[in-house]
């Protein structure tokens, strides 16, 4: 059990439930892992493990004991925490244009990833744009029974890119919420 999540757990739960949560949370995110060893590429099984599955087995042990509603709610505040060195990061690389630049230059390298199929539409000196029209989060979220947990991964893409300075993010859709791809766009600023 990542310390992290343990000291989380206390914060939202008695000791009681929160050792039935960390129970739960180790045998789902066991028996996931194992279920997609060998079958994912390496690439996608490290995204998996480090990044996907571990929260979903979070939500879906927190669903034991409170609402769907409820338990996304909890996910969503644990994963920002988690994401908040990142969005740091992003805001000090997008803090002027040359940095901005060098962030599109990153970003576009991270694209090259089996974790998602893509397009890459427009990359110049005005903005970043592509669209996914697949995405490990929302597949495996979908193949573990909780298709309602995707957009919680999608938030996280605001909470993350939506402060930057030099770029502005927006996307009008998301695979994980019902569209037919998630359209990025990095605009200059």
Known sequence: MDKKLGKY??????EEKAINIETIYEKELHK????????LSKSQFKAAKGAILNRIAMYKAFKTYIDDEKAAEYSKEFMMAEQAWFKNFTKFMTAGKWRANTFKWMFSKVLKS??????ICKY?????????????YADLSVKYGVPEFAPVFCSGDYYVFGDMDKLKFSRTQTLGEGGDKCDFRFTNS
């Open 9 to 14: 757990i206390r914060t939202k739960f008695d």
């Open 124 to 136: 110049d000196k005005s903005g970043l744009d592509f669209n996914m029209t697949r995405c490990l």
């Open 32 to 39: 996931m892992l194992q279920a997609e060893q060998g079958v």
């Open 114 to 119: 089996d974790v998602w199929d893509k397009e």
